[in-house]
């Protein structure tokens, strides 16, 4: 299968911060991905869908202020979470696919911690 | 939007025993896939499956598009089989893919 790299697999910031998480597609072109929070015991949710080339779609409750995502090749999504806050302490985690085909494929995941 | 229930929600197994997990979704879909996340959070591709029955190894799964639902089936079950099994559904296009919230599973020797 198709994959998707993510980086870095942890980190550990103060509040008041910015943390970049990057995304890529290492054997395939991925005109879209989507970037996915996890807090702990419960179920992945979408927090925005990161287009190449144009702006990204938040979900509802996701503040694009906050979570600035670049999609600026067919290869790289990046996350960045700026002035982090303790309450955003998660694991992110972003998926994509293979232009023209629907299964997806996930990153190893980013866990924040937010000190 | 699309609902999507997974039941059990935990499922506690003795090793070597078999089970099935069920994923319902309330609308059509034109991708299905089940993961495995394990203990690091990375998850596991098992199935693509938006309709038919696959097999790979002990694992294998069903899905029934026209009554909306699909299921996992786990034989012979290992200690290592545990962790957190999601469904997850796309509507259509090239939409993101939807999560149930899961079962867990826990093996016991």
């Known amino acids: 299968g198709a994959v998707v790299s993510q980086h870095p697999s942890w980190v550990i910031c103060k509040s008041g911060t910015s943390v970049k998480i990057e995304c890529r597609s290492l054997d395939f072109q991925a005109t879209t991905m989507f970037w996915y929070r996890q807090f702990p015991k419960q179920s992945l949710m979408l927090m925005a869908t990161?287009?190449?080339?144009?702006?990204?779609?938040?979900e509802q409750g996701v503040e694009k202020d906050k979570f600035l995502i670049n999609h600026a090749s067919l290869t790289l999504s990046t996350l960045t979470v700026t002035s982090a806050h303790p309450e955003d302490s998660s694991f992110y985690i972003c998926?994509?696919?293979?232009?023209?085909?629907?299964?997806?494929?996930f990153g190893q995941g980013t866990r924040l911690t937010v000190v | 939007g699309i609902q999507v229930e997974q039941s059990p929600p935990d499922l506690i197994l003795q090793e070597g025993a078999n089970s099935t997990l069920r994923c319902n979704f309330s609308d059509s879909v034109n991708n299905l896939q089940w993961f495995h996340q394990n203990p690091w959070g990375q998850l596991i591709n098992l199935f693509y499956i938006p309709s038919g029955t696959k097999q790979n190894g002990r694992l294998s799964a069903t899905t029934v598009a026209t009554e909306r639902y699909s299921l996992l089936y786990i034989s012979s079950s290992q200690t290592t089989d545990s962790g957190v099994y999601f469904c997850a559904v796309v509507r259509s296009g090239n939409t993101p893919l939807v999560f149930g919230k899961g079962t867990r599973l826990s093996v016991i020797a």
């Open positions: 990161s287009n190449e080339g144009s702006k990204a779609t938040y």
């Open positions: 998926s994509a696919r293979d232009q023209g085909d629907t299964e997806a494929f």
